[in-house]
């Protein structure tokens, strides 16, 4: 068993997370047990064994590399026509929303998605939502980026652009 306090770190190689308790304030502890790590390389070799879910697991991780190819390549497009485009922005649809307007304002155009739509698309989602401020004027432009990504997006309805992940 193995303890970690304060500003310590632990690097488990066999997933890459780290540990570590930055707040002086409550100087927690965190636990590693050597017979729960067993428990998730069991875990972990057992699911990597299926045939099955291993080709599913590498499809999905090839069709988050074009997913990544494709969002950026219509995101160089609507940099063109002065719409700023965010990756991975913030956590969560709450926080990201809150920055964008924070940084940005009502008055610029911008689009974004975030870091759990980001997630989901490589855990095999087939679609990412990303969230817009566009003024009218710069919609219709907008729109004809995007639905050439295969997205099918009405700018008037105030929904977000459904992207879909290409297969």
């Given at each position: 068993m193995e303890e970690?306090?304060?500003?310590?770190?632990v690097h488990m190689e066999e997933t890459d997370q780290y540990?570590?308790?930055?707040d002086e304030s409550?100087?927690?502890s965190v636990t590693i047990d050597s017979d729960d790590y067993m428990t998730y390389t069991e875990e972990y070799d057992d699911y990597m064994s299926d045939t099955e879910e291993y080709d599913e697991y590498i499809l999905d991780k090839l069709n988050y590399k074009k997913f990544r190819q494709k969002i950026t390549e219509c995101y160089k497009e609507l940099r063109e026509i002065d719409v700023i485009c965010?990756?991975?922005f913030y956590c969560c649809l709450s926080c990201a929303s809150?920055?964008?307007?924070?940084l940005y304002g009502d008055d610029t155009d911008y689009v974004y998605y975030h870091e759990q739509d980001d997630m989901w698309v490589q855990n095999g989602k087939k679609t990412c939502y990303i969230r817009w401020n566009l003024s009218w004027d710069k919609r219709?432009?907008?729109m004809e980026i995007v639905n050439?990504?295969?997205?099918?997006?009405d700018p008037e309805s105030g929904l977000a652009i459904v992207f879909p992940v290409p297969e």
């Open positions: 970690v306090k304060g500003e310590e770190k540990l570590s308790d930055t409550d100087q927690a965010r990756h991975k809150y920055e964008m307007a924070d219709p432009q907008v050439k990504y295969g997205c099918d997006w």
